[in-house]
């Protein structure tokens, strides 16, 4: 049982280029989510997903895509990276919402866009 | 709008003297709350929860929370903390009127256990 796994541990970008930052999860986990990690400001939410084919917004989504075509993945797009977007990125998952269930963190991807 | 304050950027505290962490939070109904801890170069952990019941909760590693209703806070504690509690801590929190339950995290705050 691997838990929450992502790739790459760490990227750089130029400014414009896109990527994809890769979640997986081995526990069958409905809620699956992404934050970013930035000095000072905690964890903002950028995008949530309730199940295979249901993805929504959260605090931060502009510059971010993602899609749920499977239980098990969740990637997280950039499609025009930006120095704002240099930040520390975290894939969590829970068995259902996060209000009641402890979420499952990955070890994160640190990105740097120059 | 729901937010959660973490005071103290830093706490320093000695081996074998009592750990407390602050946080204080703002939801519009009742609050779910939860405690976090995040060691160098890895994701959080999860320590603790607050959903219904007793006020005092307690977690993993001998952490304890105390939700206080009228003072809006869920102080973290440990009797004796260790060294290898220094870590980076976070409170976070929710409406559970939020179904879908988005949290909200503190900025957090960084515990050095001195020797």
């Known amino acids: 049982n691997a838990g929450v796994t992502q790739t790459p541990k760490f990227q750089v970008l130029k400014t414009g280029q896109s990527m994809t930052l890769q979640c997986a999860q081995d526990?069958?986990?409905?809620?699956m989510s992404w934050y970013r990690q930035d000095p000072g400001m905690g964890l903002r939410l950028i995008h949530y997903?309730?199940?295979?084919?249901?993805?929504d917004q959260g605090e931060v989504p502009n510059g971010y895509n993602v899609s749920r075509s499977t239980t098990e993945d969740f990637p997280l797009r950039l499609l025009s990276a930006a120095p704002s977007q240099t930040s520390v990125y975290f894939c969590?998952?829970?068995?259902?919402?996060?209000?009641?269930?402890?979420?499952?963190f990955g070890p994160g991807t640190r990105l740097t866009v120059l | 709008a729901q937010s959660v304050a973490q005071p103290e950027d830093q706490v320093n505290v000695a081996e074998g003297n009592p750990l407390t962490v602050k946080c204080t939070y703002s939801?519009?109904?009742?609050?779910?709350l939860f405690w976090y801890v995040q060691y160098p170069n890895r994701g959080l952990q999860f320590l603790l929860k607050?959903?219904?019941?007793?006020?005092l909760v307690k977690g993993s590693y001998g952490f304890e929370a105390e939700f206080n209703k009228s003072q809006t806070s869920f102080h973290l504690k440990k009797p004796s903390a260790l060294v290898s509690d220094s870590a980076l801590y976070f409170c976070?929190?929710?409406?559970?009127?939020?179904?879908?339950?988005?949290?909200?995290f503190g900025a957090g705050t960084q515990v050095v256990v001195t020797p």
């Open positions: 969590a998952s829970s068995l259902t919402g996060p209000a009641n269930n402890e979420q499952f």
């Open positions: 939801v519009s109904g009742n609050p779910y």
């Open positions: 997903s309730v199940g295979a084919g249901i993805t």
């Open positions: 607050y959903i219904t019941g007793d006020n």
């Open positions: 526990m069958n986990h409905e809620y």
């Open positions: 976070a929190v929710r409406d559970i009127r939020d179904s879908w339950g988005k949290l909200q």
